[in-house]
């Protein structure tokens, strides 16, 4: 006999299951509420708490942690900010320095360069003097062997000789400077 046939001879229908079944089925489906209310409910309860709790300090710090970025972020942004400041105006010093040692330094080299021409036209004038008295004596000997011997009288005399040398010497000063503007004309 097969199970239907069973339930069919019984009397009930084969897909309701008997009361005593229902019944017992139902104790037990109460049984598991109950316990799964009373126990594992609040177990879950607590769990899901707990981790709400963990997010919402999770976001709470991670809102903080943002805050206290953004004000690092916003301090650094000042402090880049007051370096560049800064850095301009320490170029700018330090070219304005420049200027002002490029400016002391064209001084000195202008007054070292007159101090040089100073002392280099100082120093002409003096071997021109050197020169002229040089020239005096020589040309002087010179003139007043030629003037002798020309003459055919002695110019011994110093007083005698130092005047015709100083008369040839002026001479040729008077002639020197007509002779360059002759010159300069003709070129």
Same mark, same amino acid.
């Given at each position: 006999?097969?199970?239907?046939?069973?339930?069919?001879?019984?009397?009930?229908?084969?897909?309701?299951?008997?009361?005593? &079944?229902?019944?017992? +089925?139902?104790?037990?489906?109460?049984?598991?509420?109950?316990?799964?209310?009373?126990? #594992?409910?609040?177990?879950?309860? %607590?769990?899901? $708490?707990?981790?709400?709790?963990?997010?919402?300090?999770?976001?709470?710090? *991670?809102?903080?942690?943002?805050?206290? %970025? &953004?004000? *690092?972020?916003?301090?650094? /942004?000042?402090? #880049?900010? &007051?370096?560049?400041?800064?850095? *301009?105006?320490?170029?700018?010093?330090?070219?304005?320095?420049?200027?002002?040692?490029?400016? !002391?330094?064209?001084?000195?080299?202008? &007054?070292?360069?007159?101090?040089?021409? !100073? /002392?280099?036209? !100082?120093?002409?004038?003096?071997?021109?003097? +050197?020169?002229?008295?040089?020239?005096? !004596?020589?040309?002087?000997? #010179?003139?007043?062997? #030629?003037?002798?011997?020309?003459?055919?009288?002695?110019? %011994? $005399? $110093?007083?005698?000789?130092?005047?015709?040398?100083?008369?040839?010497?002026?001479?040729?000063?008077?002639?020197?400077?007509?002779?360059?503007?002759? %010159?300069?004309?003709?070129?």
């Amino acid at each position: 006999m097969t199970p239907m046939t069973v339930l069919a001879a019984e009397g009930g229908h084969p897909l309701i299951p008997a009361v005593y &079944d229902i019944v017992w +089925s139902a104790l037990c489906f109460a049984i598991i509420i109950f316990v799964f209310w009373k126990v #594992l409910l609040p177990k879950f309860r %607590a769990v899901l $708490d707990e981790r709400s709790s963990a997010i919402q300090g999770g976001i709470e710090k *991670a809102e903080k942690v943002q805050a206290e %970025a &953004d004000a *690092a972020l916003a301090e650094y /942004q000042k402090q #880049l900010a &007051d370096g560049r400041a800064e850095a *301009a105006r320490l170029r700018a010093e330090a070219q304005e320095e420049g200027a002002q040692i490029i400016a !002391s330094m064209k001084l000195q080299a202008t &007054d070292e360069s007159e101090r040089i021409i !100073s /002392q280099a036209k !100082s120093q002409i004038e003096a071997e021109r003097q +050197s020169a002229m008295v040089s020239l005096r !004596s020589e040309v002087g000997g #010179l003139a007043t062997d #030629l003037a002798s011997r020309i003459v055919g009288e002695s110019l %011994a $005399d $110093d007083t005698r000789s130092a005047n015709v040398v100083d008369r040839f010497i002026a001479d040729l000063e008077a002639q020197t400077p007509a002779a360059s503007a002759s %010159a300069s004309k003709e070129a």
